[in-house]
């Protein structure tokens, strides 16, 4: 998952934590909403927050203009701050331990525990340091599929930072892995710590819009991560599970929790069946595989 570009900006309505997330969960039969991208925070109960992003200002001022709140709440509209919030905020994380992987910066020090998987993760640009919950779901959900048969073929469709990639380099040495992205700075992330942790050899990357890329086409793959938004992995819904082999694995995240049924029905509607869910905060990951 990438990190949101410079352009992008944000209305914020501030008011009943409970209002505004039914008005949210209302939105989901929404085909085409103007906004990117849709998240509703508790801010201090009863209190909370939702926040819409849009591509641009005049996006964004058309809905800020549309959409009167109720009284009791509040609104404003304004960029996204073009910040390297990793960068900022990475030294003051603490280490994210998920099964045996163990996710941390270079100013932690790794316990002497031959079972653990280290992934180095220093500051970047690109979304997925692990700490967030739709990363460490994901490797959680990786973590319980490699007590079945191994994948030999990998994708990590919006591979972020590289950090499910690269666990998947390091404890499948003979699969074959493909990290993609449609970020650019993200792919260089990717590629400069799959260098860090000794794994670039075993990846190959490329930046990438969805499925339209070549090193896409008729392929098929045992395990595929999509730690994308609930919007995109229902627009991709049918190039996804077309990607997948017979017996293979398909890992959903950056998935809201009152989202995931409208997920999980558009992709029981391509052939697939739920298996699994985790829950990490507000987020929810879907295990799921091809129906028998």
Known sequence: MSAVGHEVWQVNIIGSFEALKDW????????EAPWLALSVFEEKLPEG????????????????????????????????????????SLEGLPVVRAGRFYVHGAHHEVPDDPALVSILIEAGEAFGTGHHGTTKGCLLAFEDTLNTAPPASVLDLGAGAGILAMAAAIVL????????DIDPI???????NAIINGV???????????????SLKNK?????????????????A???????????????SGILDHQAARVRTAYEGQG?????????GEWRVLVMKPLA
């Open 238 to 252: 049918r190039e996804i599970t077309s990607a997948l082999t017979p017996s293979a694995t398909l890992i959903l």
């Open 49 to 88: 927050r939702l926040q819409l992003l849009f591509v641009d200002e005049l996006s964004a001022s058309d809905f800020a203009q549309s959409y009167v709140p109720g009284a009791g709440f509040t609104q404003d509209c304004r960029p996204l701050v073009d910040e390297n919030w990793i960068a900022k």
């Open 186 to 192: 993200a792919v260089a992330v990717a590629r400069k």
């Open 24 to 31: 949210a969960n209302e939105q989901d039969d929404q085909e």
């Open 200 to 214: 670039d050899d075993r990846i190959r990357m490329a930046v990438a819009d969805g499925f339209a890329h070549e």
């Open 272 to 280: 697939v069946e739920f298996t699994r869910e985790y829950a990490l």
């Open 220 to 236: 098929r793959f045992d395990l595929i991560f999509a730690n994308i938004l609930a919007n995109p992995l229902i627009t991709l």
């Open 173 to 180: 040495p003979r699969a074959n892995i493909l990290a993609t």
